[in-house]
């Protein structure tokens, strides 16, 4: 009894030394196949360069869209045909271009958001024409309206930073070594000259990040000229704007819904209505204005030191063509163009100087006038509030989808999207002459010109200004009354020589 105790509990021992062996054998091929996965896994990040974006970052992600805003090619052309959008296969982020780096670049924006996004397209294409690394640019916070937005609360920093990583390195802060010498003072900072071309760049400022290895461009507002650069750095500024400037997916989010309530309804036009109370102090211009609101205009101008010009003669300026339309202009221009009067019209700009009392006439001919905190609730816009450049966003978003764009003054947006939307497939932008406006408007009002002849006169006289291909407008020597790069990139544009012509 006891042997054959004896014996069975051996025979237990065994089973169970086997048992244990399978288990260990299974735990082991387990371990093993883990272990071979992280190594591919690793292997992979390892040659991410050449690799990792056709493996790994061409999965849809919840960070990185599938296609980009617009399609381009690796010039910065536009790759779409008649106005239509090629869909484009997946994106992916380029290999990173390896070259000596001769310094670091720091740059800090000024103006509102369109200023700054010309100003950011000119420092990356600085940055890679002298192969230095560009810091993610600052944002203006100190100008009239007082945004405290960073780079990435109003644009995908990351895919900035990777969409371009073949042309140049950009990096969210200086290396922490660096930064400890730019808190020491140990760098260099001043404004480019204005409407420099690169040569200006390679013989004055490389040098510097030869002498200082950081350098700090502290102005940058037209600080790279519209003509006579090579074709390279006009399609890089281009690539920049149309594929490395996408702005943050709530701001694309919210867009796109106000864009999706608009087309729900029909056709829309978007106005951008430039009378607000800081344009008008800025340009002095008052027509329209009461005695009390004019010297409000002036006092806000003098408050304002930035702004050299003081003393304006508003009605010489308004002759001159240098005014923004007032609405009540405006709604007579719409009328005179034939724009069908149940067409929505969305308004792309902050308040309106004088309120309703000045908008009467415009929502009087154009009853279905709408703006982007009337067709969202007050919660999608709750932080937007008191961030104009975010809001300035959701306007330039729709204004890009719109089936007419008319700007009622050439400012930075007016021209930032005229271009856009010339890459886009020249969409119909309406391109108003308000010396020639003003002055019909003028013998209408008067009673010296008939309806007729008045409505006959702005349609001939706006037949060519309507975002067709066309060549910039050139003028040696006075850069700033040429037309602006960022207005029509045609270097850029899908088109034959043949088809430009002057406007």
Known sequence: MGVKGAWLGGGNSKRSEKARSKMMKVWILRASTTILLWTCVVQLTAIGETWGPRVLKGWPSCFTPSIPPFPVNSNGESTEV???????????FPPKRVYKNNGYLMVSCNGGLNQ????????????????VTLIVPELDKTSFWADPSEFQDIFDVDHFINSLRDEVRILKV??????????????HSMP????????????QILPLFHKYKVVHLNRTDARLANNGLPVEIQKLRCR??????RFTSQIEELG?????????NGPFLVLHLRYEMDMLAFSGCTQGCSTEEAQE???????????????????????????????EETALILRALDIDQSMQIYIAAGEIYGGSRRMAALTAAFPNVVRKEVLLEADDLRYFQNHSSQMAALDYMVSLESDIFVPTYDGNMAKVVEGHRRYLGYRKTILLDRKLIVELVDQYTNGTLGWDEFSSSIKAAHVSRMGSPSRRLVIPDRPKEE???????????????HQLTSI
Not at 256 to 263: D, F, N
Not at 314 to 320: F, G, W
Request: charged content about 25%; aromatic content about 14%.
């Open 82 to 92: 008649g106005g239509a959008s090629v869909v484009a296969e997946k994106f992916v």
């Open 116 to 131: 700054m996004r010309g100003a950011i397209c000119d420092m990356v294409a600085i940055a890679r024409y002298l192969n």
């Open 174 to 187: 200086l290396p922490p070594r660096l930064k400890r010498r730019v808190e020491l003072g140990m760098y």
């Open 192 to 203: 480019p000259i204005s409407w420099s071309d690169i040569s200006y760049y390679h013989n």
């Open 240 to 245: 920049v704007n149309y594929a490395g400037l």
């Open 256 to 264: 796109r819904r106000v864009i999706k309530i608009l087309r729900a």
């Open 297 to 327: 205009l002036t006092r806000m101008r003098y408050a304002y030191p930035w702004w050299k010009e003081k003393v304006i003669d508003s009605d010489a300026k308004r002759r001159d063509g240098l005014c923004p339309l007032t609405p």
């Open 483 to 497: 037309d602006y790069f960022y207005s029509n990139p045609y270097e850029c544009l899908p088109q034959s020589i």
